[in-house]
């Protein structure tokens, strides 16, 4: 079943336009993600998924969310769905189990099923000794973890997530990803953005990558990386904005690419970047695999984490 379709969605702001001629389809029970820099879009077009920004009607796009318009019928789409925005948007002046339970009231939870439901989900994300405790008391992890709890409260079909583990330690962040992973494989159909390459990787069903508002590339981060990158990848950085190895001497098979001071090598055969490290009279550099950072940096000429 289709939870979210997208067709030709543009949006402007002045004459700033973050989303143009956007399409994706969101199946139910996959980990949607659209990943890219801040500023490509990603926020824009999940506020329009459930209507708290509009898209350009003038320009004949179509957004439908459980067969919903946002543009009409935001209220319906929003008691079928949790949202995580980027800010963790608590009340400061109230504890933990009572931001649970006020917020409880909008979907008209009764008393009881309310406390249950809380109890749960304290439970689920590891808060359940920190009930009484103050939200300033809480770390950021354990916040973002709330946020969570709270987009939960109403059992949604549909969990949207803007960028919800930004600024986050490693240990919280993959605690997050366990969750999320868990809600999945519940039924739960998740929407999320992020400019973590890693995390679009590591729960992830498929990745629309963003960049200035256009569709870059979109597919499974696997089939995105053996499709669209070689296998491995050599780093060496360019010391005194001279390189270190000039283009004209590399083996057949390798590919160059500059960015960020940095000379990246690119092949399929790890031996053959191998031979470059020879010739390199005790520069510094790193051999890996590739990522979805290097996918971006094909395509757009530019790394993920440049500023637009």
């Known amino acids: 079943m289709r939870i979210i379709s997208v067709k030709n969605v543009n949006k402007a702001f002045g004459g700033v336009h973050a989303v143009c001629g956007l399409s994706f389809e969101v199946e139910e029970g996959v980990c949607f993600g659209l990943l890219g820099p801040n500023g490509a879009g990603k926020t824009t077009m999940m506020k329009m998924i459930y209507g708290r920004s509009s898209r350009d009607l003038r320009d004949g796009g179509e957004i439908r969310v459980f067969d919903y318009d946002p543009a009409h019928d935001e209220l319906s789409i929003k008691y079928l769905s949790g949202v995580v925005p980027q800010e963790n948007n608590l009340d400061d002046e109230l504890n933990v189990f009572q931001n649970l339970i006020i917020y409880s009231k909008f979907y008209g939870l009764s008393g009881s099923v309310a406390r249950e439901r809380i109890q749960g989900l304290l439970e689920f994300l590891e808060l359940s000794e920190k009930a009484e405790a103050r939200i300033r008391e809480l770390s950021g992890g354990m916040q973002r973890r709330l946020v969570i709890a709270r987009a939960l409260l109403n059992n949604p079909r549909l969990l949207i997530l803007d960028e919800p583990t930004t600024g986050l330690d490693p240990q919280v962040r993959h605690l997050i990803w366990d969750k999320l992973r868990q ?66 001497g590399l083996p057949a098979g390798v590919r160059l690419d500059h960015a960020e001071g940095t000379q990246r090598f690119y092949a399929q055969d790890i031996d053959r970047l191998k031979s470059i490290v020879d010739k390199l009279s005790g520069n510094q550099y790193y051999i890996r695999q590739s990522t979805l950072e290097d996918v971006f940096l094909k395509a757009t000429g530019r790394a993920l984490n440049e500023k637009q």
């Open 183 to 248: 809600l999945r494989a519940q039924g739960t159909t998740i929407l999320l953005t992020t400019h973590y390459m890693e995390e679009a990787f590591q729960i992830c069903d498929t990745i629309l990558i963003m960049d200035k508002g256009r569709k870059v590339q979109e597919d499974n981060p696997r089939d995105l990386l053996r499709e669209n990158i070689e296998a491995y990848v050599l780093e060496v950085p360019i010391a005194n904005g001279a390189p270190a190895i000039q283009e004209s």
